[in-house]
């Protein structure tokens, strides 16, 4: 079974930073499309950015940009979010997401990471 | 950029159809055949049931549609079961390298 594993998440301060890792078991990322989605406790869904196969292209919401940073280890199979300046408005369960799509978050997500700021 | 507009929410009987809209303009929805939808039940990660517009992943039964008429695209559920009962998602691309998704649409099944 494909299963994504986030891991990273927890309690900062506002202004403070956070990375959060994404591993797979059972079949490898080299070749896919990644994303993160996030979800507010009790709201929507929301994308965040997304990273080619080769993670040669990326892109963000507006409301990350600049201080998110997307990235993948295709030797260790495994896909970052470094997260600096971190606002309240950012808390939210963090979700990977594999894709063989770049403008479709696909179709395999992990159980999602829980990610809090607050002072 | 914003979200799309999804009815908050829509309920139907067992047996019967039910139909949810997503709503964007032509910068999005309506512009690109990347319209997606995904389904998720309280406490779980989404799940993946609908890919430009109107494809199905393998696994989805054949209940889900999607369609795209405009600036409105659609997902329809036949043959509503118990189980259907959950919040439905819109996504679509939006130009730029953003995608955005809709505010949600929770399913209730009488």
């Known amino acids: 079974e494909v299963q994504l594993v986030e891991s ?60 998110f940073t997307i990235s993948r280890d295709n030797g260790k199979d495994t896909l970052h979010l470094q997260m600096n300046s971190l606002r309240d408005e950012d808390t939210a369960v963090y979700y990977c997401v594999r894709s063989m799509w770049a403008s479709t978050p696909g179709d395999s997500w992990g159980q999602g990471i829980l990610v809090t700021v607050s002072s | 950029q ?9 309920s139907g009987s067992p047996g019967q159809s039910v139909t949810i809209s997503c709503t964007g303009t032509s910068s999005d929805v309506g512009g690109y055949k990347y319209v997606s939808w995904y389904q998720q039940h309280p406490g779980k990660a989404p799940k993946f049931m609908i890919y430009d517009v109107t494809e199905r992943p393998s696994g989805v ?4 549609s999607g369609s795209k008429s405009g600036n409105t695209a659609s997902l329809t559920i036949s043959g509503l079961q118990a189980e259907d009962e959950a919040d439905y998602y819109c996504c679509s691309y939006a130009g730029n390298n953003i995608l955005v998704f809709g505010g949600g649409t929770k399913l209730t099944v009488l």
């Open chain 1, 8 to 67: 990273g998440g927890g309690l900062v301060q506002p202004g403070e930073s956070l990375r959060l890792s994404c591993v797979a078991s059972a079949f490898s990322l080299r070749s896919q499309w990644m994303h993160w989605v996030r979800q507010a406790p009790g709201k929507g869904l929301e994308w965040v950015s997304r990273i080619s196969s080769d993670g040669s292209f990326t892109s963000y919401a507006e409301s990350v940009k600049g201080r």
């Open chain 2, 61 to 64: 039964p054949d209940r889900f």
């Open chain 2, 2 to 10: 914003s979200a799309l507009t999804q009815p908050p929410s829509v």
